[in-house]
């Protein structure tokens, strides 16, 4: 009988412990999951799409005209060309 109420003892203060610990290092915010559409709050689950503006849309405002997507398209694309194709230019050949 006596070891019955040792563990029960024992038990209760790491059941607190186990408790507090748990709370103090989770915050709200932070673990906090976008999931409505930016545009119209409607819950989108598994199905939103990601912006390159960094939003989360429903099925009907994933396309950037129909949320009036900040991010430019056209000036990254033409960098990334930029990038990705350097201007070669060729050594002038020495005529004989």
Not at 8 to 37: L, M, Y
Request: with cysteine.
């Amino acid at each position: 009988m006596t070891a019955m109420s040792i563990s029960q003892d024992s038990g209760a203060p790491v059941g607190e412990a186990a408790q507090a610990s748990s709370d103090g290092d989770q915050t709200p915010d932070k673990n906090k999951k976008k999931n409505r559409c930016f545009s119209c709050r409607k819950k989108v689950g598994l199905t939103g799409f990601d912006c390159r503006c960094g939003n989360l849309f429903c099925a009907i405002h994933r396309y950037s005209d129909k949320h009036d997507c900040p991010y430019d398209y056209r000036s990254a694309a033409a960098a990334q060309l930029r990038k990705e194709n350097p201007i070669v230019v060729a050594e002038k050949i020495q005529k004989l």
